[in-house]
């Protein structure tokens, strides 16, 4: 999955709320994004920005950046190992939004993230970015495990060695 928590000068996130009758994460709040089409596989980037155009009518052109800045590692059943590349960027205020059939767009405040109805994975990466990746550039790799029966995530920082 390529996902997006897009900000806005207001200290605020756009999050899509799913349809209630969506077969994946039904009433829960999300970053905008989704799949990967099989040739993006190598391109992370390009299908976030896919997906954000889909469902938000958003264009690269309208946004300061868009930036890798976490991938999040879980698995499913045991079985399947699922990778989230995460972007961060800042849309410009004069974007007109466009909904999707996916649900309905809304601007949260980030410091609220935690109060609403999101995944354990969002509550997360929020609550790091706000207090630790907002500070600095670097990319993090997290890995979802249970604390105390709780869901938690440990957080290491990507880097190239090899060139070092």
């Keep these: 999955m390529a996902v997006a928590f ?33 040739h993006e596989i190598n391109d992370p980037r390009q299908a976030c920005l896919r997906e954000i155009e889909e469902e938000t009518g958003l264009t690269e052109q309208v946004m300061d950046s868009l930036d890798l800045r976490y991938i999040i ?8 190992i699922r990778i989230q590349y995460i972007y961060t960027g800042n849309v410009r205020a004069d974007s007109n939004l466009i909904e999707s059939e996916e649900g309905r767009l809304l601007w949260v405040n980030r410091s609220t993230i935690a109060d ?9 990466v929020m609550r790091h970015y706000l207090e630790t990746g907002i500070h600095n550039n670097h990319v993090y790799v997290g890995s979802m495990h249970s604390f105390h029966g709780e869901p938690a995530m440990g957080w290491n920082v990507l880097e190239d060695w090899e060139g070092k």
């Design 6 to 38: 897009l900000f806005n000068d207001k200290q605020e996130v756009l999050l899509l709320q799913k349809r209630s009758g969506s077969s994946f994460l039904p009433g829960y709040l999300v970053p905008v994004g989704g799949h990967m089409d099989a």
């Design 73 to 80: 590692h879980r698995i499913k059943d045991d079985k399947e």
């Design 116 to 124: 609403r109805h999101v995944t354990a994975s969002t509550q997360e």
